[in-house]
T-cell receptor, first 113, second 115 residues
Framework: DQQVKQNSPSLSVQEGRISILNCDYT??????FLWYKKYPAEGPTFLIS?????DKNEDGRFTVFLNKSAKHLSLHIVPSQPGDSAVYFCAARTQGGSEKLVFGKGTKLTVNP | KAGVTQTPRYLIKTRGQQVTLSCSPI?????VSWYQQTPGQGLQFLFE???????NKGNFPGRFSGRQFSNSRSEMNVSTLELGDSALYLCASSLGYRSSYNEQFFGPGTRLTVL
């Protein structure tokens, strides 16, 4: 049962354009969402997060949008740079309960120069 | 400050063997979590330790176990290895008691191949 779904295994965009990575979830008890970026041969690194009480959080070129009614969040990268090429994981945390992070399967982003 | 280190980085084992992986968290971090990453399942939570106590566990069989030492270093063990255990095993450390409420810092992982 995949509670956090990243339906696009890969995404390719041109340098300077917008990258939009999507994530859907099924568990309405999730109260906090995170995005991690992973380069080959390295561990994931935290990128940006959003609480369920917000619908947008921005950090430089990265913006995360949350649509609770649709159980959908997206990560926007503007403008995209070749160094952004990596695998992006969406993760969610359950309020109370086991409190562990549940990750999606990841989307591989390729930014072409 | 040194990051999370994991040893070994690569490991090849055969079915039925057992394996022990090691993780040294960032200095001062007391929480260590372990994840399994496979192409088909993404990152899946294995377990979390804080102050030498397992405080959370994922949905993995009992063949997967772990422990944490007084210096916060952690080991995970997989017994009776199966082909499906081939994966990247990631360790993450965080400062506070509840790892999911604190930023987690990941190590580079141990790539385990089971033949």
């Amino acid at each position: 049962d995949q509670q956090v779904k990243q339906n696009s295994p890969s995404l390719s965009v041109q340098e300077g354009r917008i990258s939009i990575l999507n994530c859907d979830y099924t568990n309405s008890m999730f109260d906090y969402f995170l995005w991690y970026k992973k380069y080959p041969a390295e561990g994931p690194t935290f990128l940006i997060s959003i609480s369920s009480i917000k619908d947008k959080n921005e950090d430089g070129r990265f913006t995360v949008f949350l649509n609770k009614s649709a159980k959908h969040l997206s990560l926007h990268i503007v403008p995209s740079q070749p160094g952004d090429s990596a695998v992006y994981f969406c993760a969610a945390r359950t309020q109370g309960g086991s409190e562990k992070l549940v990750f999606g399967k990841g989307t591989k982003l390729t930014v072409n120069p | 400050k040194a990051g999370v280190t994991q040893t070994p980085r690569y490991l090849i084992k055969t079915r039925g063997q057992q394996v022990t992986l090691s993780c040294s968290p960032i200095s001062g971090h007391r929480s260590v979590s372990w994840y399994q990453q496979t192409p088909g399942q993404g990152l899946q939570f294995l377990f979390e330790y804080f102050s030498e106590t397992q405080r959370n566990k994922g949905n993995f069989p009992g063949r997967f176990s772990g422990r944490q030492f007084s210096n916060s270093r952690s080991e995970m063990n997989v017994s009776t290895l199966e082909l499906g255990d081939s994966a990247l095993y990631l360790c993450a450390s965080s400062l506070g008691y509840r790892s999911s409420y604190n930023e987690q810092f990941f190590g580079p992982g141990t790539r385990l191949t089971v033949l």
